[in-house]
């Protein structure tokens, strides 16, 4: 089973992680931030992903560290999982309609980090929640699990919609590119042998 645990204590967060690609979408977050459970409950439901976490942040503050540390920690679970990433399909993207948004995302499992962030997120907060960390979040994610990721909105104006169509549609795009191609099940799909 792909699956990865991960432990990161900092003098800003505490958090335990723990992800299994193979799942069935079950979930349970406790992040102190209810924006950002939400969030992750989206994201593990639409790509299928087990996913429990939990975070003691210093939400006093803000929620910056704890958003950007759940990105790093769900990145290196992503990598840890995977391991030599033999048999994946590698790419994966799709178009998705959340009511009036219309968000496109893009993955390429390279071994190369990128983020081509294109979504205009009107609000400056959903919530209580700094509408800037979800570009925070995904750096963070790419950072750690060195892919290629493109979000883009091609339509919308509800923040809200705009924030839970990438969580969504960044699952469904991770979900193609992470399934495993029985036919090529013991290559590496590239033409390097490695990622």
């Known amino acids: 089973m792909r699956a990865a645990s991960v432990n990161r204590k900092t003098a800003e967060t505490d958090i335990s992680l723990i992800l299994a690609i193979d799942g069935k979408g079950e979930s349970k977050i406790n992040t102190g931030c ?10 593990a439901k639409h790509g299928r992903f087990d996913l429990e976490v939990t975070c003691k942040g210093d939400t006093q503050v803000d929620f910056h560290h704890t958003a950007e540390d759940i ?11 995977l391991a030599d990433k033999k048999g994946i399909i ?24 990128y983020l081509g962030y294109g979504l205009n997120i009107p609000a400056e907060k959903i919530g209580e929640f700094d509408s800037e960390l979800v570009e925070e979040f995904f750096l963070a ?3 750690n699990f060195p892919v290629s990721l493109h979000i883009k909105q091609l339509e919308g104006k509800n923040s809200h919609h705009i924030a839970e ?3 969504k549609a960044v699952a469904r795009a991770l979900a193609k590119a992470t399934a495993v191609d029985k036919e090529f099940a013991d290559e590496i799909p590239s033409t390097k042998g490695v990622i």
Do not use: K, N, W
């Open 165 to 167: 169509g990438a969580f």
């Open 90 to 113: 590698r790419y994966g993207d799709i178009i998705l309609p959340m009511d009036e948004a219309l968000i496109l995302a893009a993955v390429d499992i390279s071994g190369r980090s």
């Open 71 to 81: 990105g790093i920690c769900l990145g290196q679970a992503f990598e840890t999982a």
């Open 34 to 43: 209810g924006f950002l459970d939400h969030m992750l409950t989206l994201f």
């Open 141 to 143: 994610f790419v950072r």
